[in-house]
């Protein structure tokens, strides 16, 4: 199956562990059957008092044979398990390079939760192919032909009814397991993702859960669909356990039809007594190294499942070719073209963007208005390459931005989302300056110029800024933005939830800061844009006017009645 094949490469890279696990797999499996068989040489042997060398041989070989199975067994799991985790730990790191520049796309179509338990449950399932699925068949094989070809020396017969007990192990039990697998194929896998993702969505919106007063058939929810998954966990563990139970029934009725067919065997002089003993113990441990093939289809089973929904939680988002990018376009201040750029989520009936053309010159100052869902964040994301037009183009000092390496734009932005993400820990670490390149009075002196005044850089700050306001959060998302380099400004309303004199101070330092630079401001406020080069007015999706704002008001159309209505609402509240 060809998703298996990348685990199959990483294989390849592992050889070498892979090969000396095999070995010391070999001399284990064939050291136990001859340890056992020379015992049962040995035991039977002693009742027709042999001379004393005889028996100082006999044990001497029982003693090296232990010895040598004990060291090839732990040579075996050494090497095997170092091998599994090296795989594994390839296979991690294989699988992160492939979703990180994959990462805005598939965290915006997949939930979390099941994101989260997909790539974990997954990556972990494929640890066992090694172990469980590829490796037992070349040891049983190896080991069951050389134990058939020993026995065969003795009695054909015999090693006939071995033939037949390991066709049965490796078929007719499998098929057993697999039989009862099937109709579960895949179901334990999706409960436990369902479950996941309403554990993530309770824990996210655990305030209003509480408030609201649904936390208690949530909880009754999570607890059966929590005991629904574990009873069927159970019954997929009880499954394979059947297997191994069916395997070891095979392993004893080998071992008695061996020790009846040696018997009739004697009886009819076509074999000597002395090696019944020897016969059955070669019998019985030759099986017990074939138990992993009971389980074996239903890991492999188990592991094709889970490559599969690996490669397409990796192949269902576009893949970037940066082979063909283009370098960046130099140090300036860009300049922005959009042209007839149009843009649809997936999955929704109607586009979000249509047809947007405007023109942002290099240093220049726009905001973006217009009322809510009119899709203006979606176009800062189009502008960041969170996501791409669906039609039309937009160019960055010429060129188009499709051409262009994402982590160049966002490198050279100083960028404000609606929702910034804070971290567990201090200021200091969260306004995520790379340590070392600013000292402790300049990372203050930033925090001064978005007010900030009284927070000092030691303040901790909880789990998604818990303990910040959201002005507080939006001041220190400004912050952060202030620190980064870029010579293009996208912010998306970053000072909604200040008041009026803390917004007007922030804005002031702000465009101080990007005196030259281009900067983009989304906004749904329409006081103070008189100092903006341009102002672009959208409305469901579109661009309806653009202009300056002494233009626009002049021309009395969209944004003069947006203005109007504004000052009117602004008028009679201070009434
Ligand atoms: N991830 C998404 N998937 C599907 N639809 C989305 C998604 N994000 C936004 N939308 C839809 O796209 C439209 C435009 O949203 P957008 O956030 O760009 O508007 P906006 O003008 O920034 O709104 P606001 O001023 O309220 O922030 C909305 O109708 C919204 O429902």
Known sequence: MKELAIFTQLMIRERKDIALSIVGGFIAGIAGVGLFGASGYLISKTVFAPPLYTLIVLTSLVKILGLVRAASRYGERLYSHRATFSLLSRLRTAFFVKLLPLAPGVLSNKRSGELLTRIVGDVESLQFYFLRVAYPPVMVIMVFLATVLFTSIYSVWIALVFVLGMLIATFVIPAIVMSGQRKFHGLVRQQRAAFANNVTEMLYGFRDIKVYGYLKPLKEELELASAELGANQREDAVRLLRGQSLHIFLTFLVSWSVLVLSAYLIVQDSLAGVFL??????SNTAFEEAAPMATLPAYKQDSE??????????LSAEVPNKQSLREFPGNTALSINLREVSYQYEGDWRPVLREVTFALPSGSKTAIVGPSGSGKSTLLELLLKLRNPVSGDIYMNGVLIS????EDIWRNSNVVLQHSHFYRGTIRDNLLAEEGR??????????VKVQLINTSLDDSVFERGENLSDGEKQRLAMARAILQTGRLWLLDEPTSSLDYVTERLVLLQLMNRAVDDTLVLVSHRLAGLEIMDQIVVMEQGRVVETGTFTELMELQGYFYRMKQIESQVISSAGD
Do not use: G, I, K, P
């Not at 003993?277 to 070669?282: D, E, S």
């Not at 499942?305 to 990796?314: D, G, I, P």
């Not at 600013?438 to 925090?447: G, H, Q, R």
């Open 277 to 282: 003993a020897m016969l059955v113990m070669t």
């Open 305 to 314: 499942y889970a490559a599969e929904r690996l490669t397409e939680t990796v």
């Open 403 to 406: 051409q262009l390496d994402e």
């Open 438 to 447: 600013y000292t402790d009075a300049e990372l203050t002196a930033v925090l």
